[in-house]
């Protein structure tokens, strides 16, 4: 016997009440329907016949045809079809919802729904991290993040916006967008250097780009990253209306970019609130720093162009003019398919010629190594294209750039070839 879908049953929605919606504006609105029926869902026999209220209780009567079974669960199956707005709705008026399915005057099946039953996921509750490695506005930071289930996720809106979530019932609003940094920043040089300084003052200057007074800052970290964190005041126009907003955000220095965070409530909600917004920031995870199963340690990047980008940025940080040659050609060949190549993960074929920048590298190495590795192998090449360098012998420290076997750099991180490429410079 056919089960028919109740996906369809409630497809009539229920119009915004009031905030003190009483039984006779339920009953009203029942009636309202009523108007509309009798109402047979496309494709099957089901028929609305009736809506009534009694109450604060909406009750739908449906008549159904020969054959028809109802799901087993068709009370979650009637939740599901329910939008969020609505379980809000039902939830904060208080409004029940019945529904009887009748045959030949007798009733076949009857499913009551409470408005407590509506599951609104509480304002602190984390679900699944999100990634966002993928997303073009990532910039390449391999960052998760915990599903504030209470929040409504929105796209971000301008380039550097990678996403948003608002609860606009308490007036909360957190995003977070991620730019880019002139250079590379171990977490050793964040804290020696940029860190050098007192919080306010680096706080400051960054609550200066948004007009807003700094109320107060500290170091802290972000899952081992070296980050400020700091509390400032904004004046927004709303419907010609100053309103005071407090956001409590993070500026995150991971490698070379920077991930600002910011949650933003009216200032007499901020302390009441302020919480949510730290429960999430402390649920991000950078994932490539961590070995376990199922970590994602290879880093898919095979825009080589970024790469010489990258390199030609730091060599002008340090003072190192070199001219950039027209002719660039990196590319990928299985080296380890032919007998004579077999040994290496990639070379330089432009040393000691300023005109061309001409590495291979090879393929099998390039798809399995992780971003550390893919650094510490392609700016090797690149220093002996562009700067001319030589290998160091084996006897040399196995975490410097131009140390010859690039199998030792498997167990490195992005924080030992930042530094040690930042030597490399510095002696050069």
């Known amino acids: 016997m056919k089960k028919l879908t109740l996906l369809l049953l409630l497809l009539i929605p229920l119009v915004s009440f009031g905030q003190t919606t009483s039984p006779e504006q339920i009953k009203e609105f029942a009636e309202k329907i009523n108007e509309e029926l009798p109402y047979t869902m496309p ?8 809506v009534s209220a009694m109450g604060r209780t909406i009750i739908y009567t449906y008549q159904v045809p020969e054959g028809w079974i109802p799901f087993e669960d068709i009370k979650t199956q009637l939740l599901n079809t329910l939008s ?4 809000k709705l039902y939830s904060k008026e208080q409004i029940n919802l019945m529904y009887n399915y009748f045959r030949d005057g007798g009733l076949v099946k009857g499913v009551t729904i409470s408005y407590r039953d509506f599951n609104l996921p509480k304002l602190n509750s984390l679900g699944d991290y999100i990634s966002y490695k993928s997303h073009p506005k990532a910039k390449g930071v391999n960052i998760k993040i915990k599903d504030p289930l209470g929040f409504e996720k929105l796209e971000g809106d301008r380039p550097n916006v990678v996403a948003k979530y608002n609860n606009r019932d308490e007036n909360l609003f957190y995003s977070f967008v991620i730019s880019e940094l002139p250079l590379f920043f171990s977490r050793n040089e964040v804290r020696e250097y940029i860190f050098s300084e007192s919080s306010n003052l680096i706080a400051s200057e960054l609550v200066k780009e948004y007009g807003g007074e700094l109320i107060s800052s500290r170091f802290t970290d972000i899952d081992r990253y070296p980050a400020i964190e700091y509390v400032f005041d904004l004046e927004k126009k709303i419907l010609d209306q100053k309103i005071t907003m407090r956001n409590l955000a993070w500026s995150i220095y991971y490698e070379d970019r920077i991930i600002v965070i910011n949650g933003m409530t009216t ?8 919480y949510i917004f730290s429960l999430i920031t402390n649920s991000i995870l950078f994932e490539e720093q961590y070995n376990y199963p199922g970590s994602e340690k290879i880093y ?5 162009n970024e790469f010489v980008d990258k390199f ?3 060599l002008e940080t340090f003072g190192i003019n070199k001219i950039r040659p027209n002719k660039i050609n990196i590319r990928l060949e299985p080296l380890d398919k032919f007998k004579d190549t077999s040994h290496y993960h990639g070379f330089s074929l432009g040393a000691n010629n300023d005109n061309i920048i001409d590495i291979v590298l090879n393929e099998r190495s390039w798809n399995n190594f992780t971003k550390a590795q893919k650094y510490y192998l392609i700016f090797h090449e690149l220093c002996h294209d ?3 360098l030589k290998d160091l012998n084996y006897i040399s420290n196995e975490k410097e750039i131009m140390y010859p076997s690039i199998h030792n750099f498997k167990n490195l991180t992005m924080d030992d070839f930042i530094e040690n490429f930042h030597k490399l ?3 050069y």
């Open 43 to 50: 494709g099957t026999n089901v028929t609305l016949q009736n």
């Open 84 to 87: 969020l707005d609505l379980k």
């Open 267 to 274: 200032k007499d909600n901020f302390e009441k609130h302020k």
């Open 300 to 304: 898919n990047n095979d825009n080589f």
């Open 312 to 314: 030609y940025r730091e």
């Open 386 to 388: 562009v700067l001319n």
């Open 425 to 427: 410079l510095e002696k």
